[in-house]
């Protein structure tokens, strides 16, 4: 099957700083990837979709200057949270559909957790 | 790497009719939470199952953790046409990491 992986799987990061999450397709291009954030808990909150070659869309209330998403290639979108503080510490995970295929059906990448100190 | 296989991968039943969506594994998850996911949208989460052998029901809903906590259940008495979405399962390990099935796409005709 189909698979997502993403990079790193754990990070903790002083407050103030940066941190970048990749998402990969491994095996089939995805012109949109999802990027989602879980609080413990809680359900999985849609922040963004990211499409390839053109700007994200970003869901109400999900700051887009400080979550930046770059969708550069068919296999790779990465998310970038700017100036970390400790409220964004979260589990936050990608998915993809394949590009051939229905948006209904996505694969779901291991996710990375955030703790920002 | 924990795999969660997900079956089946499609259904289309009729109005009516009951279902059974499973989600295995070999390994054990402390926790496994059930989704349901309309198109544009984010998945919802339904339930989460804690202890082995629980079941939870949600109206016509019955979701069911395996007594070794590897597998689970999602049983829909008399489906209807507003039952149709994409149902998901996700395991979470002792890390808090979840583990995704690869989905069921649920479609019930009128």
């Known amino acids: 099957g189909a698979v997502v992986s993403q990079h790193p799987s754990w990070v903790i990061c002083k407050s103030g700083t940066s941190v970048k999450i990749e998402c990969r397709s491994l095996?089939?291009?995805?012109?949109?990837m999802f990027w989602y954030r879980q609080f413990p808990k809680q359900s999985l909150m849609l922040m963004a979709t990211?499409?390839?070659?053109?700007?994200?869309?970003?869901e109400q209330g999900v700051e887009k200057d400080k979550f930046l998403i770059n969708h550069a290639s068919l296999t790779l979108s990465t998310l970038t949270v700017t100036s970390a503080h400790p409220e964004d510490s979260s589990f936050y995970i990608c998915?993809?559909?394949?590009?051939?295929?229905?948006?209904?059906?996505?694969?779901f990448g291991p996710g990375t957790r955030l703790t920002v100190l | 790497t924990q795999l969660l296989e997900q079956s089946p991968q499609f259904l289309s039943i009729q109005e009516g009719e009951n279902l059974t969506v499973y989600c295995n594994s070999s390994?054990?998850?402390?926790?496994l939470q059930w989704y349901r996911q309309e198109p544009g949208e984010g998945p919802v989460l339904l339930v989460t199952?804690?202890?082995?052998?629980e079941v939870k029901k949600l109206k016509r809903l019955t979701f069911q953790f395996g007594d070794a906590r590897k597998d689970s259940s999602l049983h829909i008495t008399a489906a209807q046409p507003g039952d149709t979405g994409l149902y998901l399962c996700?395991?979470?390990?002792?890390?808090?990491?979840?583990?995704f099935g690869g989905g069921t796409r649920l479609m019930v005709k009128p």
């Open positions: 990211s499409n390839e070659g053109s700007k994200a869309t970003y």
């Open positions: 390994s054990v998850f402390s926790s």
């Open positions: 199952v804690v202890t082995g052998g």
């Open positions: 996700a395991g979470e390990n002792a890390g808090n990491m979840l583990t």
């Open positions: 095996d089939f291009q995805a012109t949109t």
């Open positions: 998915s993809a559909p394949p590009a051939e295929w229905s948006i209904d059906t996505q694969y």
